[in-house]
């Protein structure tokens, strides 16, 4: 029972870092942004809020990515090819995700800066992006 206590500690402190920075991440930097309707503009004004919530969301991603690999040993006793699987699509897919979900905020910092400088005429376009951008799996679910 007591051969596994360290893995057993080092995954719960993955657990409560990814926890922690994802509450950060999207419930006091990110959250406030995304109930603005106009997003797009307070987008532009608030570049540094959004890339330390891009920051946090990979911060959150990796160490919730790295429990798989810590169980690898635990898991592989019982059955070799689930436990290959689970580092495989917990692990490396939820990897993915998260930095596919980061570059998707800081994209959306860009497409604000346009969405400033082109003004009425052509901000449709931006409007569109970013609305698509915050319709993504896993950044923003309730915008629709």
Do not use: C
Request: aromatic share 10%; net charge neutral.
């Amino acid at each position: 029972m007591n051969t596994h206590r360290k893995t057993a500690i080092i995954v719960g402190v993955l657990f409560i870092i990814g926890t922690v920075s994802g509450v950060l991440s999207f419930g006091v930097f990110l959250g406030p942004f995304l109930d603005d309707p106009d997003y797009l503009t307070n987008a532009a004004a608030n570049e540094s809020q959004i890339i330390i919530g891009a920051l946090l969301v990979l911060v959150m991603g990796f160490p919730l990515a790295m429990v798989p690999v810590m169980l690898f040993p635990i898991f592989r006793k019982h059955n070799e090819v689930l436990a290959l699987g689970s580092v495989v699509f917990r692990g490396v897919l939820e990897a993915v995700n998260y930095i596919a979900i980061t570059i998707g905020w800081l994209l959306l910092i860009t497409f604000s800066r346009e969405y400033v400088k082109a003004g009425a005429p052509d901000a449709s376009y931006f409007q569109t992006l970013g609305t698509s951008l915050l319709v993504q799996p896993g950044i923003n679910p309730s915008v629709v």
